[in-house]
């Protein structure tokens, strides 16, 4: 079995209206997918032993809606996350490493990275005693190339499956603590998995409303 796709024209309010008939069932898994210019959105639900999605582009007049299996539908979000970091230049094997920087230093290492001025980033490595800026901070410091968030709602409440930060150095998850941030790469794989997990969330959420 596969998934079909297809276009619809929805101009002004009435995209809106046709994403929310397509996929009004709940739970919803609802996907944003950012880059700096674009922001697309989907809705998807299931329904029996198939999902429907239904979204796109925030502002546009274009709906794009697709119906396929059940267990297909972690495949489309990866594929879709695919094409995001494609579009976005976001490789999808990381080439940065977890290293945590206390919060005020990476807040001036960024300063300084922005600000370009050498003296200014060696004397702020050496109070943060790091011999290097973190790959990861370096990409940041200069502003996000794509996100991708996940969340699972149904009629009580929403919670978080996955917010992903696109870089020019790898996908991740960006940590942050009182005290310390980081960033922790994750490549297609692991994201895959991830996303197969959100989605049985979702799955088992709706078998009480179908019983």
């Given at each position: 079995?596969?998934?079909?796709?297809v276009e619809l024209?929805?101009?002004g309010e009435d995209a809106p209206r046709v994403i929310?008939?397509?996929?009004?069932?709940?739970?919803?898994?609802?996907?944003?997918a950012a880059?700096?210019?674009r922001v697309v959105s989907m809705n998807a639900t299931y329904d029996g032993d198939e999902f429907v999605m239904a979204g796109g582009t925030i502002g546009g007049d274009t709906v794009t809606a697709m119906t396929g299996p059940a267990w297909q539908l972690p495949q489309e979000l990866a594929r879709l996350l695919a094409v995001l970091g494609e579009a976005s230049s976001v490789p999808a094997v990381p080439r940065f490493a977890t290293r945590s920087v206390a919060v005020p230093d990476a807040l001036v290492l960024a300063e300084d990275i922005r600000a370009g001025g050498i003296d200014d980033l060696l004397t702020a490595l050496r109070v943060a005693h790091l011999d290097r800026v973190?790959?990861?901070?370096s990409d940041l410091a200069h502003g996000v190339s794509a996100a991708f968030l996940v969340l699972v709602s149904d009629e009580r409440s929403t919670r978080?499956?996955?917010h992903l930060v696109g870089l020019p150095s790898g996908w991740g998850h960006l940590q942050g603590t009182d005290d310390e941030l980081s960033m922790?790469?994750?490549?297609?794989?692991e994201i895959r998995a991830e996303l197969a997990e959100i989605c049985l969330t979702a799955a088992a959420l709706v078998k009480p409303e179908r019983s």
């Open positions: 079995m596969s998934v079909d796709a024209t929805a101009r929310g008939f397509l996929a009004a069932g709940v739970p919803q898994v609802r996907v944003v880059t700096q210019t973190p790959a990861w901070l978080l499956g996955t922790r790469p994750v490549d297609l794989s």
